[in-house]
């Protein structure tokens, strides 16, 4: 499957909040760039090893402009470290995308509830909630008012948004929101792990979807050698104890896309012909985990002996 991507112009760079760097991106010759729909992300490809996703927070109509947020993280990998110091107005970046494995279904009423950086992907959903006719509301918080990016735009939506600063009102209520559900209603969470975990435990599998910007711990599973099969390829390889699927085929010399290496992001996903995976992404939903028919090759294994996949 052919993916979109080419260097994009730096066109405005600005702060939406402490810490977070907003940046809109244009084609240098003007060019539409693809669609999109809320709770997509596209990978920035900052130099060999630094790739990675960030949340689409525009708006999806206006093709002539992607916008994306970058929250400076001091103990990160170097990716935002890199953003905020390195691209400014006028520089040209590699970017692909967009992927969506955070869309928004269609439903009677939904519960946004973000935290922190969680509210980029979470930005474009309102304003599509809001078109749609549906009822909902956004619970967002974070450590300070001055650290909570977009504050500003939300202001439009009046009481329907409840923005709750943790120094000032304490942890989120979440039960003002999650609890006694109405029918019909969906929940829509980004945010840190402690959040997640917390909104995870109050609702109901079949009406939650949760991005996650951190890797999960996964329970320990199977650990041993096997065995994939590279149907295009013609090549059979050993994935060796404690090397993923992702760099084994790397360094076979195969390419294929990357960006987290965590199993948060989605851009490894390879369809599975045969085999059975053990799932250890953030991604996939229980369904789809119990379909078997992908897997994040960054992180997930092999239940079994031999997978053979896509690639």
């Keep these: ?29 003007g060019e539409p760039l693809p669609a999109w729909e809320p709770g997509a992300h596209v990978d920035l490809v900052l130099g060999p090893g630094l ?44 970017v692909r995308g967009p992927r969506n494995h955070f869309a928004l ?25 809001e078109a749609a006719g549906a009822e909902w509301s956004l619970l967002y918080g974070g450590r300070t008012r001055g650290s909570m990016a ?80 590279l149907a295009r390829s013609g090549r059979t390889l050993t994935v060796a104890a404690g090397v993923s699927v992702l760099d084994t085929v790397r360094a076979a010399g195969v390419e294929v896309l990357y960006s987290c290496t965590e199993g948060t992001c989605g851009t490894c996903e390879t369809d599975v012909l045969e085999g059975t995976p053990e799932h250890r992404d953030c991604v996939l939903s229980p369904q789809e985990r119990e379909a078997g028919e992908t897997m994040m090759i960054c992180v997930s294994r092999c239940r079994g002996r031999k997978l053979v996949l896509d690639l």
């Design 150 to 229: 977009f504050a500003g735009e939300l202001a439009r939506y009046g009481d329907r948004v409840t923005v709750a600063p943790q120094d000032e009102t304490g942890l989120l209520d979440l039960g003002s929101v999650l609890d006694a559900l109405p029918e019909g209603t969906l929940v829509y969470c980004c945010g840190p792990t402690p959040l997640l975990d917390a909104v995870q435990e109050r609702c109901p599998a079949d009406v939650l979807r949760v991005e996650r910007f951190q890797a999960r711990d996964e329970p320990a599973g199977e650990e041993g050698e096997f065995e994939v099969e």
């Design 105 to 129: 279904r269609p439903a009677a009423g939904y519960r946004f509830v973000a935290g922190g950086i969680g509210i980029t992907p979470i930005l474009p959903m309102l304003a599509a909630a």
């Design 51 to 94: 790739e990675r996703p960030y949340s689409l927070c525009g708006d999806p109509a206006d093709r002539r402009a992607w916008r994306i947020a970058v929250l400076r993280e001091p103990a990160g990998r170097g990716g935002s470290a890199h953003v905020h110091e390195q691209l400014r107005p006028g520089d040209k970046v590699r």
């Design 1 to 29: 499957m052919s993916v979109y991507e080419t260097e994009l112009v730096v066109e405005v760079r600005e702060f939406a909040a402490e810490g977070v760097l907003a940046l809109t991106l244009r084609h240098p010759l």
